[in-house]
């Protein structure tokens, strides 16, 4: 997890870096001033960066070191459960069929984007409700 916590902080330097030079690029040089979209997408790169390595980071100080730390670890302290998964669920393909229709209804037509909120709304609240209805309830 410290592995990838660096990462995270190298990208984010380097996306802030790269998104200041090509802000000062664009304003020099493009008749119409900063680039409109190139240059917030760098910054929300460079953003998001930094929040998934300060996330890494502050989990690395509250948790003890994970085995991908130890350079000498087993594979077997990572076995077994990794989470709790519902068996059999229809709610992720729901959800993607979803948001396949939105981004269709942009670039196609709006109406088809009323018909992909309604199957993204039923799948995402299929899914964050399915333990508490049916077979597998708590």
């Given at each position: 997890?410290?592995?990838?916590?660096?990462?995270?902080?190298?990208?984010?330097?380097?996306?802030?870096?790269?998104?200041?030079?090509?802000?000062?690029?664009?304003?020099?040089?493009?008749?119409?001033?900063?680039?409109?979209?190139?240059?917030?997408?760098?910054?929300?790169?460079?953003?998001?960066?930094?929040?998934?390595?300060?996330?890494?980071?502050?989990?690395?100080?509250?948790?003890e070191?994970?085995?991908?730390?130890?350079?000498?670890?087993?594979?077997?302290?990572?076995?077994?459960v990794?989470?709790?998964?519902?068996?059999?669920?229809?709610?992720?393909?729901?959800?993607?069929?979803?948001?396949?229709?939105?981004?269709?209804?942009?670039a196609?037509?709006?109406?088809?984007?009323?018909?992909?909120?309604?199957?993204?709304?039923?799948?995402?609240?299929?899914?964050?409700?399915?333990?508490?209805?049916?077979?597998?309830?708590?």
């Amino acid at each position: 997890m410290r592995a990838s916590a660096k990462i995270f902080w190298i990208l984010g330097v380097f996306f802030l870096i790269v998104a200041v030079a090509y802000g000062f690029v664009t304003g020099r040089y493009e008749p119409m001033g900063i680039e409109p979209v190139g240059f917030p997408a760098l910054l929300a790169l460079a953003g998001l960066g930094f929040m998934i390595a300060m996330v890494l980071t502050l989990t690395i100080r509250h948790n003890e070191l994970d085995s991908s730390d130890d350079s000498d670890a087993e594979i077997a302290p990572n076995a077994g459960v990794q989470g709790s998964f519902s068996p059999y669920s229809w709610a992720p393909l729901w959800a993607a069929i979803g948001a396949a229709l939105c981004f269709l209804g942009v670039a196609a037509g709006w109406w088809i984007f009323a018909f992909g909120i309604m199957f993204a709304i039923f799948g995402i609240l299929s899914w964050v409700l399915e333990f508490s209805v049916g077979q597998h309830q708590h």
